[in-house]
């Protein structure tokens, strides 16, 4: 079962940050936090990971709470093409990614 | 970043016909792939890990028999979907580590639409 919740679907306005929380009370303190996004009909993408600091690449930006019981990922400047299903995943040392229903974002002009 | 093919990207077949999915690593080796199934407005179900050189380790509740999985090089991994029914039409994809247990990101393919009729 997946280890992390999720709200189902969020709206952003084009060009505003879009933030995108999960919760994920039950992690361990050797699992990651994952996010990979979903366009219809493709295949999943990586964004960005993380342990326990925040992280920053040049899609998105990670925040991890100091609890490590929750997350947000951050778009900072949301695109039409930015819609699509964002999973949150917590992973352990298997390489598995258990995917959990994810948050449905519409990114709107 | 590395990428991950699929062969075909989609196929139509009659009900008791059996249907092959390629899985192919182009620009890396990949130690473990991954098979997933995804049906309409669900998420994605991890089926099975297929390990090069090993037999695949299926997930709770998918048939071994009916799902074959073969991981012959360190680049391809195939799916089998044997005597196919309507209820197996599905989005299949597949994904490539490069090595199990680094925490490096698994890279998925773009996945293959099975209808089976």
């Known amino acids: 079962d997946a280890k992390t919740t999720q709200p189902p679907s969020m709206d952003c306005a084009e060009g505003r940050a879009a933030n995108l929380p999960c919760n994920h009370s039950?992690?361990?303190?050797?699992?990651?936090v994952y996010w990979y996004r979903q366009i219809h009909s493709q295949g999943p993408q990586y964004i960005i990971h993380?342990?326990?600091n925040n992280e920053t690449n040049e899609m998105a930006s990670l925040i991890i709470t100091e609890d490590r019981k929750s997350s947000t990922l951050i778009l900072p400047h949301a695109t039409l093409r930015d819609t699509a299903v964002y999973y949150c995943?917590?992973?352990?040392?298997?390489?598995?990614?258990?995917f959990g229903t994810g948050t449905r974002l519409q990114v709107f002009p | 970043g590395a990428v991950v093919s699929q062969h075909p990207s989609w196929v139509i077949c009659k009900s008791g016909t059996s249907v092959k999915i390629e899985c192919r690593s182009l620009?890396?080796?990949?130690?473990?792939m991954f098979w997933y199934r995804q049906f309409p407005k669900q998420s994605l179900m991890l089926m099975a890990t297929?390990?090069?050189?090993?037999?695949?380790?299926?997930e709770q509740g998918v048939e071994k028999d009916k799902f074959l999985i073969n991981h012959a090089s360190l680049t391809l991994s195939t799916l089998t979907v044997t005597s196919a029914h309507p209820e197996d039409s599905s989005f299949y994809i597949c994904?490539?580590?490069?090595?199990?247990?680094?925490?490096?990101?698994?890279?998925f393919g773009p996945g293959t639409r099975l209808t089976v009729l």
């Open positions: 993380g342990l326990k």
């Open positions: 297929s390990n090069e050189g090993s037999k695949a380790t299926y």
């Open positions: 995943i917590v992973r352990d040392n298997t390489d598995k990614l258990i």
């Open positions: 620009d890396f080796q990949a130690t473990t």
């Open positions: 994904s490539a580590a490069a090595a199990s247990g680094s925490y490096n990101e698994q890279f």
């Open positions: 039950t992690i361990s303190g050797n699992e990651y």
